[in-house]
């Protein structure tokens, strides 16, 4: 089990050499268990990946996740490569929205006069498929999803991925309680990772209550309580430089020791030692 980060950033992509080590792309991240490649939400890194499989074999099979359908995490989708060739076979997986099913909302953003090709138009066998709360199905023959509930605008969901004896959380776009979530707790219960959104510092939130997002405290606070192995701060605003996301980085780590800040490129084998898990 692999994870690889393609896109880190929330909200809008950020390009620019204030944000270059981290990257400027928004959410997406790949993981490639055994034989089955997931990708979790279709934000700008998706065009990077897409690219990138281009010299995988082909034809291609993928499965996309998507926590919802903020325009940060779908936007990749028309610039993603694959999906213009007839072989390759993505099926996408997304929460109901109470608005529109994830084919219409997906086909919303390719219509004109915003975009000149059409959903419909694309090459690629496309199947769509709506999951519920508390779900959990198999992709593969050798993976196990579980859904849970986020706190975000509109809705959101999060992904637990288990893949022989390794999980990874996947909770962006989510905004923290008063106590720690109690689904997301549950979700995460002895994950060897946790991809969690850590949009904003305490001082910051403040101000940004209600708009869907989490802290670094909280999301160690989380990491803590559910006792996994390593929390990535996850979502980062596109306001963060460089060096202000690595000064969240370090603030993690003190109050969890086994946090780590996402950055595109950053690769993670779950079989290799990780940090060890930690006792709830």
Known sequence: MRIRFWGVRGSIASPGPDTAAVGGNTS????VCGETRIVLDAGTGLRGLGNALLREPQP???TLLLSHYHW????GLPFFVPVYMKGTD???VGGQNGVMSVREALGHQMTAPVFPVRLDELGAKIATREVKLGETFDIGGEVKVT????NHPGGVVAYRIEHEGKSVVYATDTEHYACVDPALKTLAQGADVLIYDSQYSPEEYRTKVGWGHSTYVDGAELARAAGVGTYVLFHHDPMRSDAHVADFEARA??????SVA????MVMDLTQPLAGKRAA
């Open 72 to 75: 940060d995490h779908i936007q």
């Open 262 to 265: 996402a950055r595109e490129g």
């Open 147 to 150: 859904v849970a509930k986020g």
């Open 28 to 31: 997406c991240v790949e993981l």
């Open 253 to 258: 780590q003190a109050l969890y020791a086994s």
């Open 90 to 92: 993505l099926t996408i």
């Open 60 to 62: 291609l099979a993928l």
